[in-house]
């Protein structure tokens, strides 16, 4: 199979699927099995996707918060983390696109919440509707409890604080019986998600938060038994001269019997160049999709036969100059089968994971 291949991989790997509307950002998917106690245990949240975020402070101001989205065979799990020295009253709450179709709020679509209050923590697992008996002057829609509509409740919730960072956890199963108020995900599925932190004083007010902006992003499911990798970018809009792009990253390895070599790497606006980094000091090369023979892996033989993860908000940092060439960039996260481009060819099995964050910079 000729080279070109890589680029349609890259393409293919940053879009949705075919059935689907995109939605803002690249796809969060991680795996991992969380216990929903409201405590992020030690390498509990390892293989999570996250998503740096600041969130607004009752009374002014803003906090650093983390969002964290993974996956095992069962379960969607997601978290909050958030820089406080005590529980605020206020709750998490995670709103779906069930068929994300990106057509707005529909009947029957998904959400979860965990609230915190002077009392304790409660979960709700409930769905939106514009029909009755939603009440006048609801704005057209509302929201019930599942068990309310005649079906279930599905999931956990619990939050906790340590006197440093306050944190809310979640989960619900991928495919609940209540198909008609659930979602339904298989591995490879999508989801359109946003969510919203509210932060409130003992006697209000609130704040509120809603995480991606401006509108819904996505989960993807990860298979539970694959090598799983994650790159994304910090920023939303086109990057202009003296912006930094940050790139987050993570890799969730539940332990494969293979060897891999791991590469780093971007792809430039003349979707043929690639500038790849053969080390941990993102030191760099150049090749081209013509001659996938010459690039050089930033790791090489990374054994999968102990599991391992790793997840960082700050994986590669670079500031625009105003001298890049303007267009799309596609920053790639590549494991394959050692020595798989020698041949300068990409063959079925040579590779083993792949993700991808496309950006805009216009100087």
Do not use: K
């Given at each position: 199979m000729q080279s070109g291949r890589l680029l349609r991989l890259i393409a293919l790997c940053a879009a949705l699927?075919?059935?689907?509307?995109?939605?803002v950002g690249s796809p969060l998917s991680g795996t991992g099995t969380a216990v929903v106690d409201g405590i992020m245990g030690a390498g509990e949240w390892d293989g999570a996707a996250r998503l740096d975020f600041l969130a607004n402070l009752p009374g002014g101001g803003t906090t650093p918060a983390t969002l964290l989205v993974m996956n095992d065979?069962?379960?969607?799990?997601?978290?909050?983390?958030?820089a406080r020295d005590r529980l605020d009253n206020g709750d998490l709450r995670f709103e779906f696109d069930n068929d994300h179709d990106a057509a707005g709020i529909e009947n029957g679509d998904d959400f979860i919440q965990v609230i915190t209050s002077t009392g304790g923590s409660s979960f709700y697992d409930s769905y939106r509707t514009n029909q009755p008996p939603c009440p006048p002057g609801s704005g057209g829609w509302c929201g019930f409890s599942d068990t309310?509509?005649?079906?279930?409740l599905d999931g956990q919730g619990n939050t906790s604080n340590d006197g440093s960072?306050?944190?809310?956890?979640?989960?619900?199963?991928?495919?609940?019986?209540?198909?008609?108020h659930d979602f339904s995900l298989a591995p490879g599925a999508a989801v359109g998600f946003y969510a919203e932190l509210s932060l409130c004083n003992a006697s209000g007010p609130c704040a509120n938060t809603a995480v991606p902006e401006p509108q819904a992003g996505d989960i993807a499911v990860a298979s539970a038994d694959a090598l799983t990798l994650s790159v994304a970018n910090n920023f939303g809009g086109t990057y202009h001269a003296g912006y930094t792009v940050i790139i987050a990253a993570s890799m969730n390895n539940p332990g494969i019997a293979a060897t891999v070599d791991l590469f780093f790497g971007v792809l430039l606006p003349d979707r043929h160049t690639i500038l790849f980094f053969r080390d941990l000091a993102f030191h760099f090369g150049s090749a081209d999709l013509s001659n996938l023979a010459g690039l050089t892996p930033l790791l090489a033989g990374v054994d999968l036969s102990t599991?391992?993860?790793?997840?960082t908000a700050n994986f590669f940092s670079y500031e625009w100059s105003g001298y890049e060439p303007a267009g799309?960039?596609?920053f790639f996260l590549l494991a394959a089968a050692p020595d798989a481009f020698a041949d300068n060819s990409i063959d079925p099995g040579d590779v083993v994971a792949l993700s991808t964050a496309t950006l805009s910079y216009s100087p």
């Amino acid at each position: 199979m000729q080279s070109g291949r890589l680029l349609r991989l890259i393409a293919l790997c940053a879009a949705l699927p075919a059935t689907a509307t995109a939605h803002v950002g690249s796809p969060l998917s991680g795996t991992g099995t969380a216990v929903v106690d409201g405590i992020m245990g030690a390498g509990e949240w390892d293989g999570a996707a996250r998503l740096d975020f600041l969130a607004n402070l009752p009374g002014g101001g803003t906090t650093p918060a983390t969002l964290l989205v993974m996956n095992d065979a069962t379960n969607l799990y997601l978290a909050a983390r958030v820089a406080r020295d005590r529980l605020d009253n206020g709750d998490l709450r995670f709103e779906f696109d069930n068929d994300h179709d990106a057509a707005g709020i529909e009947n029957g679509d998904d959400f979860i919440q965990v609230i915190t209050s002077t009392g304790g923590s409660s979960f709700y697992d409930s769905y939106r509707t514009n029909q009755p008996p939603c009440p006048p002057g609801s704005g057209g829609w509302c929201g019930f409890s599942d068990t309310e509509g005649g079906g279930t409740l599905d999931g956990q919730g619990n939050t906790s604080n340590d006197g440093s960072f306050s944190f809310y956890e979640l989960s619900h199963p991928l495919d609940s019986t209540d198909d008609l108020h659930d979602f339904s995900l298989a591995p490879g599925a999508a989801v359109g998600f946003y969510a919203e932190l509210s932060l409130c004083n003992a006697s209000g007010p609130c704040a509120n938060t809603a995480v991606p902006e401006p509108q819904a992003g996505d989960i993807a499911v990860a298979s539970a038994d694959a090598l799983t990798l994650s790159v994304a970018n910090n920023f939303g809009g086109t990057y202009h001269a003296g912006y930094t792009v940050i790139i987050a990253a993570s890799m969730n390895n539940p332990g494969i019997a293979a060897t891999v070599d791991l590469f780093f790497g971007v792809l430039l606006p003349d979707r043929h160049t690639i500038l790849f980094f053969r080390d941990l000091a993102f030191h760099f090369g150049s090749a081209d999709l013509s001659n996938l023979a010459g690039l050089t892996p930033l790791l090489a033989g990374v054994d999968l036969s102990t599991p391992f993860g790793f997840a960082t908000a700050n994986f590669f940092s670079y500031e625009w100059s105003g001298y890049e060439p303007a267009g799309s960039y596609s920053f790639f996260l590549l494991a394959a089968a050692p020595d798989a481009f020698a041949d300068n060819s990409i063959d079925p099995g040579d590779v083993v994971a792949l993700s991808t964050a496309t950006l805009s910079y216009s100087p």
